[in-house]
């Protein structure tokens, strides 16, 4: 433990380091992909629901060009159980398309990129960015975290 009252911001990474295995995301997935759609579905969802809604789509949805190809009422009906369903669905399909189109059904490795895509926000695009690409160019945390770092003035 770290006894001295003044620390580095150096010093207090060190200390986290040895206290806390390295960080990871909750959400399964197997390609950049999939780690986008789940990202996506994870709005207003717990991690658990998505994981569950995930197994299924793996086995149907290969591709890009699986999700723009099957009928939105199909897509909603899959991922129902998440909410806000027709909206996530969109967004899916409208990515798609894009990465269809512009980045040979890819997910692409830039910021500016990810967030060119329909339902993509800074955080869904940092955790793409971290996880598949090993880039940081920002830290993903939810609304509580960014609260109580305000209230500390942290931030």
């Known amino acids: 433990m770290v006894t001295k009252t003044k620390l580095t911001v150096q010093g207090v990474l060190q200390e986290l380091r040895s206290l806390y295995k390295p960080p990871r995301t909750f959400l399964h ?3 950049p992909l999939d ?3 789940v990202t996506i579905l994870s709005a207003q969802c717990t991690d658990a629901r ?3 809604v995930s197994k299924m789509l793996y086995k149907k949805y290969n591709t890009a060009k699986n999700y723009v190809t ?3 009422e199909e897509l909603e009906n899959d991922i129902r159980s ?3 369903f027709r909206m996530k669905a969109k967004h899916i ?3 798609c398309a894009i990465l269809l189109e512009k980045h040979k059904g890819n997910v692409p490795h830039t910021m ?3 967030l060119e895509l329909p339902g993509v926000g800074r955080k869904t695009a940092s955790i793409i960015l971290w996880a598949c690409f ?10 509580h975290v960014f609260r109580v770092a305000r209230r500390l003035g942290l931030s």
């Open 50 to 52: 998505v994981n569950t």
């Open 29 to 31: 997935y197997r390609t």
């Open 82 to 84: 998440c909410g806000t």
């Open 134 to 143: 090993s880039k940081n160019e920002g830290i993903a945390v939810d609304t």
């Open 112 to 114: 500016e990129e990810l």
């Open 70 to 72: 099957v009928p939105r």
């Open 93 to 95: 399909q409208e990515m």
């Open 35 to 37: 780690l986008l759609v």
